[in-house]
């Protein structure tokens, strides 16, 4: 992912930590219950501007092929052409438009989601970033946590089958959460 150089004053860059960093769903399942999975392989970068949290910017790509549910026959499912058909499809991509401050610790970030190459405006609620903090290397550190509420519909991902009692297999409102940590580079 190439950033764009940064040219304000208080802006930096930092870029997300893949091993502390996951990116995780939850859908309804048969109606009865969610299921959970995620995506372990998530990269990104976070333009701060710590004097003007509304002027920073985020983006984070998500390798759709890191998919776990904890069992080998949903992911295969779910990585192909039914679902997220990563064939075609390889990456999850976000990229933020606006960044709105809704009360200390809290960010309103919208941006664009894109999905199976259709892309929908989301909006992120996000708890962070957190303070800087210094790691036993040196190295300094931010976090955040994202949820947004989607219909997996309108990504194209449609594939269902209709239960005995009239209901649905998978449920179409995806909440997607995001536990980010960046390292300042």
């Given amino acids: 992912m190439s950033i764009p150089a940064i040219h304000q004053v208080g802006t930096s860059i930092w870029n997300i930590d893949p091993t502390h960093t996951v990116a995780e769903f939850k859908v309804r399942h048969m109606m009865i219950s969610n299921v959970k999975g995620q995506f372990a392989k998530v990269t990104g970068a976070l333009m701060l501007d710590d004097s003007n949290l509304a002027s920073s910017h985020v983006e984070a790509t998500i390798d759709a092929t890191s998919i776990e549910t904890r069992d080998a026959q949903r992911d295969a499912h779910l990585m192909s052409a039914d679902f997220f058909d990563v064939e075609k499809f390889p990456s999850l991509m976000f990229k933020s438009t606006s960044i709105r401050v809704v009360r200390p610790g809290e960010l309103a970030v919208e941006g664009e989601l894109t999905i199976r190459d259709i892309t929908r405006k989301v909006l992120f609620e996000v708890e962070g970033p957190t303070p800087p903090a210094k790691d036993p290397w040196g190295n300094l550190r ?44």
């Fill in 142 to 185: 931010v976090a955040a946590s994202a949820t947004v509420k989607i219909s997996r519909k309108e990504f194209g991902l449609v594939w269902n089958t209709t239960l005995e009692n009239g209901g649905l297999l998978v449920g179409d409102e995806v909440t997607v959460t995001l536990d980010v940590q960046f390292v300042r580079s």
